[in-house]
């Protein structure tokens, strides 16, 4: 097939990117795979989709670039049709709606999957007839607002797939929106292994990554780890990331006398490989969609002490197998499970080595396993798409995995 991912800004860094550029990359192990970012202010992507995933923008928004077009005037008139309770209203515009239809009317891909709900809007509207439309959700149903609903139970319909992160986002969509015909599924987001050894789970060290943002809620944690500072003052806690949170942090750091114990680390990439320089990983967010960091933890080798929020940790976590959860908003919590984990080398090491072995799952090859899936069975009621190919002399000739193991 030819599949077509639609995101936002695929030059910046985020999640959503990155995860994108992850499932690309697998799914072009069998299909010929494109991304096309609305935006473009960078020169090269930030993440890797591999050398058989091509990257294009919409928009060139360069300054000095030869393609700069953010000065049309269009550019200055807020957007008439991406939906305004987005919460990238902002950057877009009446040319970008004009770029958005135009794309998504001339689309030579067999598929195109959309990575926001107001870029899922549009491709719903736009798409021409005989391309799969599927619509990613990497937020949660629950976290839009009522105007965003509302968009989004006039656009979905028109789609042939909603994808969620969680079983129970899944749910919360079957159940609040009318969606007759449409394949509404959950499949994970796909987690890279290391690439380095995992944990051995001895490193006096507990390891936390994330923007440092409000719900991300690192100032509990921060709270958390004076309690375990006084019990175990060998050990210490390293939190990876930037963002608006930070000055406020380090002065809670400060404030507490933690600053031989708390290490604020700033963002690092490849995150994956510093997971195993520790022992447990702790996750302390109100709300995720799914919990990344927890994913890539375990992938690590890492037991993790996490918030049993919406929607996310419960369904990656085994709680008491390959991790502890923990009330959110409980600071004294989540240093009970630090310290259970501390305290208990054994347990420790127990937990980490089935949260190994049960993060597996997370395989980016599964997950593009389970696309091809929701592919076939998309096909089963539009017989006339190809479900395996590559565009060679500009013939769409068939491929198999067989044929492509054999390659």
Known sequence: MRI????????????????TFTLARALAEQHDVEIVSVFRREDEPFFDAGPHVPVRALLDARPGSPRYAADDPDHARP????????????QYS?????????????????????????LNVALARHTRRGVLRVGQEHLTFASH???LRVALSAAYPRLHAVVTMTEADARAYHEHLRLPGVAVTAIPNGVPAPGVPPSDNTARCVVAAGRLAPLKHFDHLVKAFDRVADAHPDWQLRIYGTGPRHDALRAQIDRLGLYNHVLLMGAVHPMEAEWPRGSIAAHTSVLESFGLSIAEAMRGGLPVVATDCPLGPREIIHDGEDGILVPPRKPAAVARGLLRLIGDEDLRQEMGTAALANAARFDPARAAERYDD??????????????????????????????????
């Open 4 to 19: 077509s991912f639609l995101i936002s800004n695929a030059y910046a860094v985020g999640g959503t990117v990155r995860t």
């Open 79 to 90: 957007a008439r049709h991406y939906p305004p309770a987005d919460g990238r209203y902002g």
């Open 94 to 118: 009446v040319l970008t709606d004009r770029l958005l239809a135009t794309h998504l009317r001339h689309l030579g891909a067999d598929a195109v999957i959309g990575t926001r709900p107001g």
């Open 145 to 147: 607002p009522r105007q």
């Open 374 to 407: 929701l592919f076939a069975r998309l096909h089963a009621h539009r017989p006339t798409l190809p479900l395996t190919g590559t565009v060679l002399g500009g013939l769409y000739a068939h491929r198999t995995r067989e044929d492509a193991a054999a390659a």
